[in-house]
Each structure stands twice: as C-alpha cells, then as structure tokens.
C-alpha cells in the first residue's frame, strides 16, 4: 500500500534514494482504489496504461531527462478531455463518447511526465455541490461515508483523500475544487479566470469555469498551476501575462493587510465550529503582526442569486449541442427529429441538469431577459468592483470556504436551494474572477475537515501561495 506523501519533492527524494519507483507509486494507487471502490471516486481507472508510462517514465528518471512530473501521479476530472478516451461529465447523454483529442492541460502534463491514472467521478456536467447529481451514483467522504464528498469535483477530491493517487484535477465555476477540497482536508486553488486554457474542458458555464489542482501541499499546487497555465492558440479567453515560476519562487510573505468578511461570523447560517476556526487563525494572523480588519460586504445576499442566474443562463446555451443527433446517448423511442431531441433530452439528462437548463432558458427568454440575466449582469460588475476595491486597500480577503462542514448524503435531493446557498463563499471569487484557494485547518469535533479560503487580486498568484504556505504553518 502506497504511503501518503505530502509533495512530490519527497517522492522524488525517495525514487532517486532506491526506496520506491514510478511503476511501484502507480501500483500502489491501483490497490487503494480497489480497497476504495465504494467510495466511487473513479468513473474509469486506466490501469494498464499507468502501468505502462510508469515504465517508461522509470526508465527516463534513470536516463536523467525525465519531466518536471516524473513521479506525480494524478487523477482528470470526467469533464477533461484525453484523446482515446471516455468522457462523460458524470452524464448519460455522453454514455461512451471517447474524446478525439487531448485538452490543453493534460497534453502539458502528459509532456511533463505526469501519468494519469483515471477519470474522477462528478457531478453531471460540473452542476452541483455535493457529487450527489452523477450518473454513476454519489461520491462518499472518505473522512465520513455517510456524508457528502463536496461538488463537483468531489471524486478528485477524495482520490486525493483516500490515497488513490498525489494529485487530482478538477474545475472551479463556482466553487467546485475549493469547496470539495474543504469537505476532503486538502489544497483546492482556482486560478485567476484566464490563466489557465479551457480548450479540451467540456463547458458548463464559459465566463466562469477554471480548471485547478488539488493536493496536499502548496508546493505541488504551484507546480501544477506553472505547468498548466500560459498561452493557447486554441482559447481566445486567456490572458496575456507572463506565468511566474510559482513552484521555485515561494518565499516568507511578509506583514500583510487581510479582511474578512464581518457576515462570516454574524450570520446565524454559518457552522458554529467554522466560526470558531476562522476567529482562531485571526488571532493568529493579528499575533504574527498581520493587519486584520472586519469589513461589511453589502452585496453578500446577491452573490448566490447573481451567480446562479448567469450560470444557468450559461448552461442553457452550452448544453444546447447534446441532442442526440451528433453524438453521445439517443433515445431508441426517438421515431423522428422531434421526438429525438426531445426523448434524448428528457432520458439523457439527469434531475439537476434540467433543472438548470430550464431556469437558464427561461431566463434569456424574450419578457425575461432584462429582469433577469441583464440585471445580473449589472450586478455581477458591481461585485466585481467592490472586490477590487477591497483588495486595492488589503492583500487578502479570508472567508470560510463553505458555511458548515460536508453535510449528509442526501440533504440535497431534500431541498436544492439549501444546496445552493451552501455556496455563498464560493461564488464571490468566481464572479469576480479573481485567485482564491481554500487550505485545510484541520477538523470539527465529529472529525469532519474543515477549510478556510483566501482570496487577492487578479493574477496575484504566487503572493497567494506564498502567503498559503506561510498560513499552513500557524
């Protein structure tokens, strides 16, 4: 059984010290994911394959021309392209479509010699909280089994947990690799929106999905983020900055100024226990010399709302292309065009994702459109604006990542809109497209992780690093 590493530096250490081997790291993830099956954090395992790279990558690591990520063995999201294989998005109306090509990302990690051992379970393209909205079933917490794992990334996010392997990929639209990070004790970054190509990631609302790393430790998180980020003929979003080497610049932050929000510890919505942590590290931070400062954020009841109209409305309109012509399910009742698009609509998508393309399309309707995706629009650049504003005057922004601690498994088929305030931390960094990472501060006293989230300014990442490196060791 594959030891729990903290980073890939001490995976290295222990390959070129004789005490372990790639093809042996790979071998032992396999056996953890067996030992782990009922967690369902897998949709597809690429055994033989890993197997295969392990080799050759041994071989390289002996040759001394291996990859940055010779050792590192990772787990893709099921919404992340990979040529020559299956891919999902946790969704029957994509039941064995295999991509035709590899996404961005992964053709960069695949360079660096990173082997990917299989594609994590989510919720249904990308929608929810809680990976409860997955066609292969929910995803359990490894810390808990009978609570949720976070959504939607939460399968990488308790592959990372459960040791079934160092890494995982997952995206971020409005908190889907923070949030399950939170639940699973471990790193969770979302980039700055435009940082990282999304050519080859399937689409569930464009303005706002991000891909991100989780792992244990900052440093792989940096390296990952170095790899991953930069140009892309292929996504015109993407912004021209130049990517830092974040893995080799992370250095002691310094005094610095940090908000955080006053609603977090008024509001009665907020987990006692998280209240109690976030207070904690604010006494910590104010005793290291640190400035922290209680702010009122006063467009905090709008960020659930405005995000979730513009997600849907986002959604209505990417997921329009699964209509059972092109590719991917077809209803066998289907007897003419009509009766195809709609059969393979209804029997193809699950309970969640209609319920988002539904409230999306009825929002960029004709008599609608103006009171509401227009409306959110307006918003949405207020929110950007005074998260600007805050951080002009403060380094960091510290919120808890999620009102409470990973909830029950089935509290969201109870009462969704529940679910969806579950993101009321979350979504403020996507709106404003801005860096967050959420860290692990160890857990409540039922042994449930919790998680603490930092948020700067744009393309400010490797001072959030740095800074998360620092905040780890209080």
Do not use: W
């Amino acid at each position: 059984m594959t030891k729990f590493y903290t980073s890939l530096s001490e995976i290295k250490s222990e390959i070129s010290s004789g005490k372990t081997s790639v093809e042996k790291l790979v071998q032992g993830y396999l056996n953890n994911i067996t030992l782990n099956a009922h967690l369902n954090a897998f949709n597809e395992v690429f055994e033989q394959e890993a197997l295969a790279s392990a080799i050759k990558i041994d071989a390289r690591i002996k040759q001394g021309n291996a990859g940055k990520l010779a050792g590192m063995v990772i787990a893709i999201k099921d919404n992340i392209c990979y040529k020559g294989h299956k891919v999902n998005a946790s969704s029957k109306i994509l039941k064995d479509f295999t991509s035709v090509y590899s996404s961005t990302i992964v053709e960069r990690l695949l360079a660096e010699d990173a082997v990917i051992i299989g594609r994590c379970n989510c919720d249904e393209f990308a929608m929810g909280a809680s990976n409860e909205n997955s066609f292969f079933g929910p995803v359990k917490n490894y810390a808990d089994e009978t609570r949720v794992a976070g959504g939607s990334s939460g399968g990488s996010a308790v592959a990372v947990q459960a040791n079934m392997c160092h890494a995982a990929l997952g995206t971020d639209t409005g908190g889907s690799v923070r949030q399950p990070a939170s639940f699973c004790g471990l790193i969770g970054l979302k980039p700055t929106y435009g940082r990282i190509s999304r050519h080859g990631i399937i689409a569930y609302a464009s303005s706002f999905d991000q891909v991100g790393p989780i792992t244990r430790s900052v440093e792989d998180a940096a390296l990952l983020l170095e790899i991953m980020a930069g140009p892309d003929e292929y996504d015109s979003t993407l912004a021209n900055v130049a990517v830092p080497a974040f893995s080799g610049e992370i250095k002691a932050p310094g005094i610095k100024k940090i908000a955080y929000l006053q609603e977090a510890l008024s509001s009665p919505g907020v987990d006692g226990e998280v209240k109690s942590t976030l207070v904690n590290y604010i006494d910590k931070l104010r005793a290291e010399g640190h400035t922290v400062k209680p702010i009122a954020f006063e467009l905090l009841d709008y960020l659930v709302p405005t995000y979730y109209i513009l997600a849907m409305a986002e959604a209505s309109s990417n997921l329009s292309r699964y209509d059972g012509v092109h590719y991917g399910y077809r209803s066998p009742a289907a007897t003419d065009l009509v009766s195809t698009y709609k059969r393979s609509r209804s029997e193809g998508f699950g309970k969640e994702v209609k319920r988002r393309i539904m409230l999306g399309t009825f929002v960029l309707s004709a008599g609608y459109y103006d009171a509401y995706f227009s409306k959110a629009q307006k918003v949405r650049r207020l929110i950007q604006e005074k998260t600007a504003a805050i951080l002009e005057e403060y380094d960091f922004i510290l919120i808890p990542t999620a009102p409470e601690p990973a909830f029950a498994l089935g509290k969201q088929e109870k009462d969704p809109v529940v679910t969806y305030l579950s993101d009321i931390f979350t979504v403020q960094a996507s709106l404003a497209g801005v860096p967050a990472i959420s860290l692990p501060t160890g857990n409540n006293s039922k042994g449930l992780p919790l998680g603490l989230q930092l948020l700067t300014k744009n393309f400010n990442e490797q001072e959030l690093l740095n800074f998360s490196k620092y905040f780890l060791g209080l």
